[in-house]
Structures are given as C-alpha cells and as structure tokens.
C-alpha cells in the first residue's frame, strides 16, 4: 500500500553542523510533498514544499531536495540551532479528481547538542 | 492573521462519555481536516470536511463524526470514549482542496479518557 517512511527515528547534531532528514515515499504517483516541525506540545509546523515538477526548493535555512527516480525527498538545515529541536515530519500528497489524500511519516526527531 | 485555533486545549472525560472538539481554520481556508496523534505515534487521518461536505474519512469506527459549519469552522465529535482514544487530535485546514496547498495546523485538543 501507500506509505511515507522516514530512514532515521532520532538524528543528534552539532549546533552549527547541518542537519539532513531523510524519507522515502512509495507512491509515484504523489506530486506534492511537505516538510513539517512539531515541538513539544504543539501542532506541526509548515516548513516548506516541492512540487514533482521541481528537484529543489530553498527557503531560509532549510533546503529540500526531491529525487524521484529513487522516490527520496530530504529536507536539510543549515547551520543547526538548539531551537530547531523538535520532530520533523515529511508529506506526501496525491491529487485525484480535485480530492487530496495526504499521508504523513512517523517523523524524526531532531536532538541539537549545544 | 490567525491560524488555525482549537478549543478546549485540554479535555478530560471518563469512558462511554461524549467529547466534543472545535476547530476555527485560517480566514478564506475552507478545507478542514482532523488527525490523531497518539503518544508516540504519527498523524492518523480521520477526517476532511470542504464547503461544508465530508469528502473522506479515515480508517475510524462511527462513532468518530463531525460536521463543518457555514464559516467553515468544525467540530469533532467522539461518542462512546474508551481509554484508547486518549491523544492528541489535531485539526489543519487549507486554502483550497482542488490545488496542491500545504495543510497549516492549530496546537490540537488533548483527549485523556479516564
């Protein structure tokens, strides 16, 4: 069946290393990806997206990378600060006949060492 | 401009009682979709409300209902709790159902079933 995974449950860097999340998704067909943060007692965070149309999206800090011959998207930060600590989570979504179905990873938690 | 807002933050109720959870998503979105999240575990779908329709529900026996609202705002409806309904259930909305769009999240309603 449809699936998104994530390779790493728990990642330890460096503050100031980069950091370099990984997922695998299995359905070819999804043409829409997300990466979300989710701190502690609260709601996931948008943090950026990539259309299947794109291999590379930049945004501050955080840059995502699409492969879709290997079905892989990575999502790095630059220069990693205590606060990005938190589990990040990718997406995937699928668009048929206008409905949406999104399937989310288990996530990754991110541990930044002061 | 507001994001998604839920209320009750926290909500506690004993077994076979009835929860009711609200949600508010961003001006001009008119998609709403609701998640569990249980301790440790990822995302699970429940389910996606558009222009006052339910479009899809998740893998959630009936007594997980809800409706959408003319102002597009939701509530969540829980019938009948066991303990295993205890978590966190998160509601997203989107600008639109018929384009890729990411979902944004509200900080989400903690169920504990005593």
């Known amino acids: 069946g449809e699936s998104v995974g994530l390779h790493l449950p728990t990642l330890s860097v460096q503050e100031g290393d980069n950091s370099i999340i990984n997922c695998a998704y299995s359905n070819s067909a999804s043409d829409y990806f997300i990466w979300y943060k989710q701190e502690s007692g609260k709601g996931p965070q948008f943090i950026i997206d990539?259309?299947?149309?794109?291999d590379k999206r930049q945004g501050q800090r955080v840059t995502v990378l699409l492969n879709k011959t290997v079905k892989h998207l990575s999502l790095q930060i630059a220069a990693t600060q205590p606060g990005d600590s938190a589990v990040y989570f990718c997406?995937?979504?699928?668009?048929?006949?206008?409905?949406?179905?999104?399937?989310f990873g288990t996530g990754t938690k991110l541990q930044v060492i002061p | 401009e507001a994001g998604v807002t839920q209320s009750p933050t926290h909500l506690i109720k004993t077994r076979g009682q009835q929860a009711t959870l609200r949600c508010s998503p961003i001006?001009?979105?008119?998609?709403v979709y609701w998640y569990q999240q249980a301790l440790g575990l990822g995302l699970q779908f429940l389910l996606w409300y558009d222009e006052g329709e339910e479009r899809n529900r998740g893998n959630f026996p009936p007594r997980f209902s809800g409706r959408q609202f003319p102002n597009y705002s939701s509530e969540l409806n829980v019938n009948a709790l066991e303990l295993e309904d205890s978590a966190l259930y998160l509601c997203?909305?989107?600008?639109?159902?018929?384009?890729?769009?990411?979902?944004?999240f509200g900080d989400g309603t903690r169920l504990s079933i005593l």
């Open positions: 997406a995937e979504n699928k668009g048929s006949g206008g409905y949406q179905k999104v399937t």
């Open positions: 997203a909305s989107s600008l639109t159902v018929y384009s890729n769009q990411p979902q944004h």
């Open positions: 001006s001009g979105h008119t998609s």
């Open positions: 990539i259309r299947s149309n794109m």
